[in-house]
């Protein structure tokens, strides 16, 4: 895996988001999430995980980069680039489930 901070972090939030889609999916017992509540389940799972995210990444980070990883301050940094549109984040969100569950049919 390579130790480029910018690929990690980029790594890191579609395997986060890939695995909440995969525990919304089980937890309630469908196939896919149907087209008009994709943005209403984007809201409201965003909005609660968006600070656990940012945990998990720098946690994460620490442990695949260890004494290459860059610091608290650099990350902390890369993510109020990434997370300062709300927004963007969830269309962004919305594009890679979308796609996802195109190839699933």
């Known amino acids: 895996m390579p130790n480029n901070p910018e690929k990690l972090v980029q790594d890191l939030i579609l395997f986060y988001v890939k695995e909440n889609y995969n525990n919304y999916l089980t937890e309630n017992g469908v196939k896919i999430i149907s087209e008009d509540k994709l943005d209403t389940v984007i809201n409201d799972l965003y909005s609660k995980r968006k600070e656990h995210l940012k945990e998990f990444i720098k946690i994460s980070?620490?442990?695949?980069?260890?004494?290459?990883?860059?610091?608290?301050?650099?990350?902390?940094?890369?993510?109020?680039?990434?997370?300062?549109d709300d927004q963007l984040c969830k269309n962004r969100i919305k594009l890679e489930i979308t796609e996802y569950q195109k190839s699933m049919k």
């Open 61 to 84: 980070l620490k442990k695949i980069m260890g004494d290459d990883y860059p610091g608290d301050l650099l990350i902390n940094n890369m993510l109020i680039d990434i997370f300062r």
